[in-house]
């Protein structure tokens, strides 16, 4: 049976499934709040499918022990794909949500065609190496740095002009002849942080990227927030009215030009990063107010859990921002001795560069397999 004929409660019961690696069906049932026998229905059919298998038993309080059931991870892949104004990245996921295999797949220009194909290569070749049937490949997850103007066409910077207001979902699904999932760059890496990140820890949370450009990804309860266009997240647009500087990359790597420290790119400043170059107090001291007056414009607005600041910020720097973050109710009296509760204030745990494409290869799980 394939997973694309399981039922909608069994897919539910896949997600919940993933989320733990390995769970007992006694906890399943008091997750799900289903009865004893949907929920034993319900593995069942996965594990006909080749989604799921049951192992040992174990003791759950009270009655008989309770059979452990287990995610397989090499019942399906996908592959995601970020791409951003300088720098390209491929990575191969399982079922268990982790990474077989990643590689960067920059080129001059970033030619869209050209770039897909590579990371297409580059997946089945991965898989035939492993001794997987390419069938087992459920799709691909794109996710490209820009804000939607269509379902699944994105607006980029100058640079990704290939990538520019073209039907990406119709587009590149017609050249790679298989399910394609389009994403917003910040979003997708929300995702990716919640699945292997410190995002895992929060159900509830808007992740901060911070890159050539400045965004957002907004999880709730569990579920990526695209809003109406897909494009719930889009901080940037926040601070041109507001005075303040906006963050971002590109200005801290001019910040560090007019201080002698040459860096052919940002991927070549965020490889090198010392945080004792002169320019980055500088650039610190003018951004500090922004991201002050972000955090708490979010936390204010939002009301989540946490705040986790990432994207290619290196995270010794985004340390030292998370760690100067002043809430704006600090400087005011408390109400009856008391203040609204806290947010949790996070630095992103992926490296730079993981946490987009696996967010998208993610996103065709939830596509194809678990909704």
Do not use: K
Not at 53 to 70: C, D, N, Y
Not at 189 to 215: H, K, Q, T
Not at 239 to 256: A, E, K, Q, W, Y
């Amino acid at each position: 049976m394939g997973s694309d004929r399981i039922s909608a409660r069994s897919r539910a019961m896949l997600a919940a499934i993933r989320r733990h690696g390995s769970v007992s069906r006694s906890e399943l049932i008091r997750e799900s709040g289903l009865s004893g026998t949907a929920v034993f229905r319900a593995t069942e059919e996965l594990e006909a499918a080749g989604l799921v298998r049951s192992g040992e038993a174990v003791a759950a309080g009270r009655g008989q022990p309770s059979a452990l059931i287990h995610i397989q991870p090499d019942a399906a892949f996908s592959l995601g794909v970020s791409v951003m104004t300088d720098r390209a990245d491929v990575v191969l996921i399982d079922l268990a949500g982790a990474v077989r295999a990643r590689q960067e797949i920059t080129q001059p220009g970033m030619p869209r065609a050209q770039m897909l194909d590579a990371a297409m290569a580059f997946g089945l070749e991965r898989m035939a190496t492993a001794g997987v049937d390419r069938r087992r490949l459920r799709g691909l997850g794109v996710a490209v740095a820009g804000y939607f103007v269509a379902s699944s066409a994105v607006n980029p910077g100058p640079e990704l002009d290939d990538w520019a207001l073209v039907d990406l979902h119709e587009t590149i699904g017609r050249q790679l002849a298989m399910p394609v999932v389009v994403e917003n760059i910040a979003s997708a890496a929300a995702l990716g942080e919640r699945i292997l990140g410190v995002g895992s820890r929060y159900d509830s949370f808007c992740y901060i990227n911070v890159a050539a450009g400045f965004g957002a990804g907004i999880v709730a309860d569990g579920t990526l927030m695209r809003g109406r266009h897909g494009n719930a997240g889009e901080i940037a647009g926040l601070f041109p009215g507001s005075g303040r500087v906006t963050p971002n990359l590109t200005t801290l790597r001019d910040r560090l030009a007019e201080y002698g420290v040459g860096c052919s790119g940002i991927s070549d400043m965020i490889a090198r990063f010392d945080p004792e170059w002169p320019g980055v107090e500088e650039w610190l001291a003018e951004h500090q107010p922004s991201f002050s007056w972000l955090f708490g414009t979010l936390r204010m607005t939002l009301d989540c859990e946490a705040l986790i600041l990432g994207g290619r910020l290196p995270r010794a720097l985004a340390q030292r921002i998370v760690d100067a973050i002043e809430w704006p109710e600090s400087r005011l009296p408390m109400r009856r001795g008391r203040r609204a509760p806290s947010t949790a204030l996070e630095v992103a745990s992926l490296e730079p560069d993981l946490s987009g494409p696996l967010g998208a290869a993610s996103l065709v799980f939830h596509r194809t397999v678990f909704d």
